[in-house]
């Protein structure tokens, strides 16, 4: 347990207010406004400072008033270091973010090109999702149109068993702290490619849309994105390889074909 937390408990043996106020109370005078953080934080501290006279209405000395009072000013102290830590250390993070910002815009993936393809995945392994998306789109910059070459019992199995089954649960979240910024339906149903291709694109998109309301997630969405996209490409190289493979074979025995017939004829 925090010292806060300490301090409060002993506070609490004291007479303090019955209920935790969770709004702002009307008043007259000034027009009805939502109830703010501030609201809350001033309003619930202010509570918290010492009634005394109902303090000695339940036969507390003064002393003990005293310390009460005491006890109150040390607790709003632990607060405000614990809110000072909290800022500083998010003041740290933005000088990171700053620093791996420059980094990232020193880095020149043309130069990374060049080297081995395992000595490439290495180097973006350490990369954020953020920037290995923009190197893959780059790279496969035209995998929608290449997708057009699947057929169409290959669109409908993705959509269903991968984008359907493993991807869609990972887009549900809380309410209260909800990055992705709108809710997509998918479509199994579809008349031709590019509605298969446009409905496996759509989680893929709205998991890049993700805003960090909380951070954690906000990546993890991003992840989510990341390998979304290589299982497209896994897939993707899979079947046309498959169909590369199914259409040499059936050069291959049409040239047979072609030779025997040749021979017959001779």
């Not at 969770?22 to 009634?51: A, I, M, Q, S």
């Not at 990374?112 to 995945?121: H, S, Y």
């Not at 759509?202 to 805003?211: D, I």
């Not at 291959?252 to 004829?265: D, L, S």
Request: hydrophobic share 30%.
């Amino acid at each position: 347990m925090e010292v806060r937390e300490d301090i409060y408990n002993e506070i609490a043996n004291y007479p303090l207010p019955d209920h935790i106020i969770t709004y702002r109370p009307y008043n007259g005078t000034y027009r009805t406004r939502r109830t703010t953080f501030d609201d809350l934080v001033y309003l619930n501290l202010k509570e918290l400072v010492p009634n005394v006279y109902l303090g000695l209405h339940l036969n507390h000395s003064t002393e003990d008033i005293k310390k009460w009072s005491q006890l109150t000013k040390t607790y709003g102290n632990k607060l405000n270091e614990q809110l000072q830590s909290y800022c500083n250390d998010k003041l740290m993070q933005i000088e990171q973010i700053e620093e791996n910002t420059k980094r990232t815009n020193k880095f020149d993936y043309k130069k990374v090109k060049e080297l081995p393809t395992d000595i490439q995945q290495k180097i973006q392994s350490y990369l954020m999702p953020q920037t290995r998306i923009i190197i893959l789109e780059d790279k496969y910059k035209n995998i929608k149109d290449d997708m057009k070459k699947w057929k169409v019992e290959h669109l409908k199995n993705f959509l269903s068993k991968v984008v359907c089954d493993v991807y869609e649960p990972k887009c549900y979240e809380p309410y209260t702290l909800k990055c992705l910024p709108e809710r997509v339906t998918i479509y199994k149903s579809c008349t031709n490619k590019k509605q298969y291709i446009d409905e496996i694109f759509k989680l893929y998109s709205l998991f890049k849309k993700a805003v960090p309301k909380d951070y954690n997630k906000y990546q993890y969405f991003w992840n989510t994105a990341l390998k979304m996209f290589t299982s497209i490409l896994y897939v993707h190289k899979h079947v046309t390889m498959k169909e590369i493979k199914k259409d040499v074979e059936t050069k291959v025995e049409k040239k047979k074909k072609f030779k025997v017939v040749e021979k017959n004829n001779s």
